[in-house]
């Protein structure tokens, strides 16, 4: 696992996200070897260190007569550039082995010459076929890998109605690009770090020099560095790294699946991560406010926004503590209720056989075995699963007599409510359970002290030297203009001081 | 991480008048009847004067452990912040107790067991367990909290009272000095800041515009008192739980239900704190004493709330005797560590460390 940073692309080659193999061991190989200029035996000691039967080998000879041998991985190299590129002006080429002039005849814009074979043999695994023949000292990498991504889509998980519709797909190059494209500075640096033993995986952080805090840079790039892990699928292995309490319940890092939320957050002084296979991006410091606002509170007017935003923190507040008041007053202190209400729901929970907090958690469970399979389920089972969740289970329970009107409406309410902030729905819904059970148990006085833990707990916990909290406390009074309050944009002409950003103003 | 001014400012301002509107009401009614005013104004001047005694020392930067240490010594120091522990969690016992009775009766219709009560030991040992100056940025939440409750309470029970029922003034005599004695127990917020000493952003002028911000919080809680007993009147010594009681005639309770509990549990859930506080100041007493090696904070945060939940076990139905004993017999610790130990704590040097 190797750190390094790749800030402008060499003189004569692009490669951005090349992976930096001088600085890196290669797997496997108990020895170094290097190109001796014997083809037979460059070949063989390379097919070695790959043995996979999925790595063949296309030897030909050049317009000279020097035998040349192609060595590439199947599956992840586009054969079509390989023959454009490489093989074909190679076909008009002489007899002179000089690394140099080969590497000078063919028409690739990424080609490296490289000594090492284990190096050359991660080439390959990346998708970069490598060339080598008789006399050549050096063997080229060329960049032909093939890129099977989807296309660049709007994300199902943040929908909007205004603003741009783009969303990170799984190839870091591609996000990076969408990136790159947004911001036409030199001061975006997208450095190169690779995690995981085996996978390998590219992950690109990004942030604006002289705007992003440094040592958040190098804070990130150093936890990275002490991952050591052997695979990693998707960007949410490394929010464990990352986080200063890896066992927490809230989370610490950001999270997004749009460009223009991701260069948002960079432009307001925020270190970003782009991982390889992942189309959900990373950013850090993270606040938790960042949650409760939308993309689009940027795009429609600051009192409309402000509105959103305070409905949002509503919406999130009934879906925890409702269904826990509700059980606290009804077992413990039914004074809470008016007195109209109190004699409804005392008719309609007259035969009901469970008690009010079981009652509660059954159909909370309904609930969640109910998301939890509408998610993974085929969407043309996914009618009839409405049909059995809102008809079977709904209505035919309340008319059995198993659970009462007032618990299903409160559930589906609270249900409704806790998508209203859909980033946080892995704590709150947690949340909510927790606040059920303590409410059946100790009432209200339990609801208020699990409260305040977790009001103790939230003030506590940073990130990065940046309090999750802020700017709520520690209250920094400029930032609450854009925080569950959303002010005209020509109100918020600094970035936000919680974040510590060298560089404050962003509006002249 | 240090308790910023803004933070300590809100704690003196809008938290701790909270703890005042329990049973204090109630107690200050008992004794000096309609010029309940007047021994808790008497109260609040001398608390903001040895606010503003404690805030000066805070000033200098160091823990009072540091200061103590360079003027007397660090045996002496140690024995000081050993006796000032056991004062605080003392201290703490009324608040405990208070919130006891104040949580079976207004969070419950009917008495629930002890057991119910018990998990606030857990939550007291938690916070206790943490740096004292993570205190700072809760108060930053809390301060906003309690002036929402606050003012929520005050908006939905000010037009039911008759503040002519406060009127005249003066008359109760002795009632008023009986007043002053009787309720000591609920006054030490000074007491609260010294543990606070090198954990505060020492700045110039923190000293008077802590005394300041203390005075616009003694201010709402007077406020606060003439409201409670223009409603309650003569009747008001019954109404111990003075947050729950004063807003219960707001004209929409019959239609909406107990809506004004929305206020009471937003002060509730700042007196949960409040009632913590103590705890946490004795231990970092104890800690700043003998050292934080290791788990110790946990230890003893653990320990001290243990001690307490026995106590107040002991205590669960002699609610009268340990009033009687703590008002009464036991007065004068309060304005000793209180008053008169901030006050004196003045003449400590400065450390040169």
Redesign the interface.
């Known amino acids: 696992m190797t750190v390094f940073s790749a800030p402008a692309p060499r003189a004569g080659a692009v490669f951005p996200f090349g992976v930096p193999h001088k600085f890196r061991p290669p797997p496997h190989t108990p020895c170094m070897k290097t190109v001796t200029g014997n083809l037979e035996k460059d070949v063989s000691a390379l097919k070695k260190l790959l043995p996979a039967e999925d790595i063949p080998t296309f030897s030909f000879l050049s317009g000279g007569g020097l035998p040349f041998t192609a060595v590439y991985a199947d599956a992840v190299t586009d054969k079509e550039l390989l023959g454009e590129q490489v093989i074909e002006p190679l076909l008009g080429y002489g007899n002179d082995p000089d690394p140099a002039h080969v590497a000078r005849r063919i028409s690739s814009p990424e080609a490296r010459l490289k000594r090492s074979l284990p190096e050359l043999a991660e080439e390959v695994l990346e998708g970069n076929p490598v060339l080598l023949w008789e006399g050549g000292k050096e063997g080229l990498a060329v960049g032909t890998k093939q890129v099977f991504s989807r296309a660049v889509a709007e994300p199902s998980t943040d929908v909007v109605i205004k603003g741009p519709r783009e969303g990170f797909v799984e190839d870091v190059k591609i996000n990076s690009s969408l990136v790159r494209r947004r911001f036409k500075t030199g001061e975006l640096r997208i450095d190169t770090v690779t995690v995981g033993r085996r996978s390998k995986t590219v992950v690109c952080v990004c942030y604006l020099e002289g705007t992003s805090v440094q040592s958040t840079v190098d804070g990130i790039k150093e936890k990275l560095g002490r991952i050591d892990i052997d695979y990693v699928p998707d960007s949410s292995y490394l929010t464990h790294f990352l986080a200063e309490r890896p066992h927490s319940l809230v989370k610490q890092i950001g999270t997004t699946e749009k460009p223009d939320i991701f260069c948002a957050k960079i432009a307001e002084g925020r270190v970003g991560l782009l991982v390889d296979g992942s189309p959900i991006a990373l950013t850090a410091p993270y606040l938790l406010i960042e949650d409760f606002q939308s993309s689009e509170d940027y795009f429609v007017p600051a009192y409309r926004a402000t509105f959103t935003r305070l409905l949002r923190l509503f919406a999130l507040l009934v879906a925890i503590y409702f269904p826990a008041f509700y059980i606290s007053a009804q077992l ?8 109209k ?2 004699l409804t729901i005392a008719g309609s929970i007259r035969d009901i056989p469970f008690s009010p907090s079981i009652e509660m958690l059954l159909v909370l469970l309904v609930l969640e075995v109910l998301n939890e399979a509408s998610i993974r389920m085929p969407k043309y089972v996914g009618m009839a699963l409405s049909v059995v969740g809102a008809l079977v289970l709904g209505e035919t329970a309340v008319s059995a007599g198993f659970v009462s009107t007032p618990a299903i409406i409160i559930i589906a309410f609270s249900g409704i409510g806790l998508y209203a902030v859909p980033n946080l729905i892995e704590v709150t819904s947690v949340l909510r359970l927790a606040m059920l059970l303590v409410a059946g148990s ?5 609801i ?2 699990l ?3 977790c ?2 707990y939230l ?2 916990c940073e990130n990065f030297g940046v ?1 999750l ?1 802020a700017p ?4 920094v009074g400029r930032d609450l203009r854009d925080s569950l309050v959303k002010f005209n944009l020509r109100s918020l002409p600094l970035r936000p001081r919680t974040l510590k950003s060298p560089n404050r103003r962003r509006l002249k | 991480m240090t308790v910023s001014r803004r933070q300590l400012y809100f704690f003196l301002a809008c938290v701790a008048p909270a703890g005042k509107l329990i049973l204090l009401p109630a107690r200050l009614a008992e004794s000096a009847k309609n010029d309940l005013l007047l021994p808790a104004a008497i109260h609040l001047a001398l608390q903001a004067a040895a606010v503003f005694c404690a805030l000066l020392l805070c000033e200098r930067g160091e823990t009072l452990h540091d200061m103590l240490a360079a003027t007397f010594g660090r045996v002496a120091a140690k024995i000081f912040l050993t006796v000032f522990s056991v004062f605080l969690a003392y201290a703490a016992f009324l608040p405990l107790l208070e919130e006891k009775l104040f949580v079976q009766s207004v969070y419950y219709d009917t008495l629930p067991s002890i057991t119910s009560f018990a998990p606030f030991f857990l939550f007291a040992a938690y916070l206790a367990a943490k740096p004292i100056r993570a205190l700072g940025r809760v108060w930053d939440i809390l301060g906003i909290v309690a002036a929402i409750g606050y003012a929520g309470i005050l908006i939905l029970s000010a037009g039911s009272a008759d503040y002519a029922a406060l009127a005249p003034a003066g008359g109760s005599g002795m009632g008023i000095l009986l007043g002053v004695l009787r309720t000591w127990g609920w006054f030490f917020d000074a007491a609260l800041l010294l543990p606070l000493a090198g954990h505060i952003e020492a700045k110039k002028g923190t000293a008077w515009r802590g005394a300041l911000f203390y005075l616009v919080g003694s201010a709402a809680v007077l406020l606060f008192l003439a409201v409670f007993y223009g409603i309650f009147q003569e009747t008001a010594t019954n109404q111990l739980f003075a947050i729950a009681a004063t807003s219960k005639y707001f004209s929409g309770v019959s239609m909406l239900g107990r809506v004004d509990y929305a206020f009471v549990f937003l002060l509730g859930l700042v007196v949960l704190f409040l009632s913590a506080l103590p705890v946490q100041g004795c231990v970092e007493c104890l800690l700043q004493a003998y050292g934080r090696e290791h788990h110790l904070p946990a230890f003893l945060s653990v320990g001290i709330s243990a001690v307490l939940l026995a106590l107040v076990l002991v205590c669960d139905f002699r609610f009268g005797d340990v009033m009687s004993v703590i008002s009464g017999t036991l007065f004068w610790i309060f304005p000793l560590f209180s008053v008169l130990v901030p006050a004196l704590c003045l003449a400590l040097r400065r450390s040169h460390a």
């Open positions: 413990f202190k039914l004074q809470l209720f008016p007195v209400l109190l100790v009432g209200t006085f339990g208020l002290l409260s305040g833990f009001l103790f003030v506590t309090p909290v709520f406390s520690p209250l």
